[in-house]
């Protein structure tokens, strides 16, 4: 486990998420195995608008076990979180550079529905490496194991934590002129605004 980077499953993850993968150059292996964790960037992203950041969160399917492993938890759909996700990202970003260049790309994630919330997770983050142009492979863990090792994740990027990257490189956003520079928001804040640069900002 030692020769890969341990990471947690994101919605839309932040800027320092990608950060850490571009500094590692291991294979990235997914906890799928963990304890769903509550209040965290597993079921909830961050975007800058034009009244500063916005919180979006994908509703879960709430069954009576409490312990729910990851990779069984299923996305809910009982009011159409889908439409007012996709609106507020266009509201936040049709303004920005390229989010036409990557608007179909990342709107079907939108328009079809997952059934658990691993499968729209890990195929949201293929797209983003691609996006990013960072090569790595991708696997799931096969059990949940406790470890020390400087590549494990799991628990450190976090909304209610300090970020892991210190001195984010400032990078034009749409509403920095009313916001001031709003920095680790959802990577897809960088992606829409620098394009195929994004990856230099990392």
Partial sequence: MESK???PAFYLAPVSYFHVIKAHESPIL???HEHYPKQTFRTRTRIATANGVLELFIPIQHGRKMHVPFKDIRISYDH???RLHWMSLEAAYRSSAYFEF???DFARFYQNKFEFLLDYQVEQLQLM????KLDR???LTDS????DAETDYRQIIHPKKDSV???PKPYYQVFEEKNGFIADVSAVDLLFNQGPQSKLYL
């Avoid at 490496?129 to 990013?132: A, T």
């Avoid at 949940?144 to 470890?147: A, F, P, S, V």
């Fill in 5 to 7: 980077l341990l990471l």
């Fill in 30 to 32: 997914i906890e799928q």
């Fill in 80 to 82: 159409d979180w889908q």
């Fill in 102 to 104: 990557y608007e179909d």
């Fill in 129 to 132: 490496l691609k996006c990013f």
């Fill in 137 to 139: 492979e991708i696997g």
């Fill in 144 to 147: 949940y194991e406790k470890t």
């Fill in 165 to 167: 990257w210190a001195n």
